[in-house]
C-alpha cells in the first residue's frame, strides 16, 4: 500500500499532514512536471466501493474502508467530505486546480452505469471546479464523465455516439489493430502513436505503466530484468517502460525511445503545422488519407521516409527567415 497522506481521526474528525506529498511535490517540480493525477475516489470495474486508507485512531495506526464498505457508505462519504475539499485547497496552491486531475473510477462497463452514477453524484458538488478525467470503453458513459479517455480500440464506438475522442489510452486490452508498446510487437506499432494523435488532434494520452515492478494486483514484487509480464498476469512490456538501475536510476528500454519517438513525430507535426499548414503536413504523413488509431499501417522504412519528407518542408520553410 501505498499513500503519500498521514490520516488521522481524532474526535470524530479528520486531519491530514503532507510531509511525504510535499516531498513528492518536490521532486516533481524538480525534473519539470507540473501536472498530476490524483488516485480514483472509488475501486476500479464499476466505482461500487471505496478505496482503503491506512488512517491513525487514537493514535494507532488502522486500515479504513476498502472493499467491504460501499462507495455511497456514509462513513467513506463523510470522509471524502473531509478529504476532497483538503486535497483541492492543496493542489490549488501548490500546483493550481487546472494542473490536477481527480478520477471517479477506472473502466466501467456497461453493467456499472448505475453505480457509476451514483458513486459520481456523491462527490458531483465537492469537484466543482476540478479537472475529472476517467478511462473508459464504453460510450454509454460519455455522458457522465467530464472528459472521457477513450481505449483506442473503442475510439469507433463513441465516434458511431457521435463523440470524437480528445483524450485517448491503451493498455493490455488493447493487443490488436491498434498501437502498443508491448515487448514482442513491431517498433512501428509503438511509433505509429504520434502521428495518430496528431490526425485526430487529440489534446491528451493516458498509459500506465512506467515502472509496475510487481505482479497483477500487487500480489508480490518481481524483478523486471527476468519478469516483463507482471507474474504472467499482462502481455509483457505492459507493466513498464524503464528498467530500475543503480541508485534508483532509471534505465530506459526500446520501448520508452520509441514511445519518445512517437511523442517527437507528433511535436514536429504540431510545429509543422504551425510553419506551412495541416493539409500539407497530412499529405505528408497520411498521403492515402488513411491514417487512422486503426488503420494506414506501413513499413518502418516508410514510416522514416515520410518523417524525413516532413523534416525538409520544415526546412524549406524555415529557409527564407534565416537568410534574413
Known sequence: MTQLLDISLEDGRYAFGTERLDRWLDMLTAVGIHEVELPHLFTQWGAKAAPRFRVRVAGEPRDMFGWDAAATDESYQEFLRALIPFLKQYFAERLGLDRTVFHISDEPNDQHVESYRLARKSVLDLLDGCRVLDALSHPEFAALVETPVVATDAVPAFRAHGVEPAWVYHCIAQSWDVANRFIAQDAIRTRALGWQLYKANAQGFLHWAFNFYSSQLSRWPIDPFAETSAGGGFISGDPFIVYPGPGGEPWESLRHRLVRDAFDDLAVARGAEA???????????????????????????????????????????LAPARSA
Open 275 to 317: 510553419l506551412i499548414g495541416r493539409e500539407r503536413v497530412l499529405a505528408i504523413v497520411d498521403p492515402h488519407g488513411d491514417l487512422d488509431y486503426n488503420a494506414g499501417w506501413v513499413s518502418g522504412e516508410e514510416w522514416l521516409e515520410r518523417r524525413a519528407r516532413l523534416d525538409a518542408a520544415v526546412a524549406e520553410a
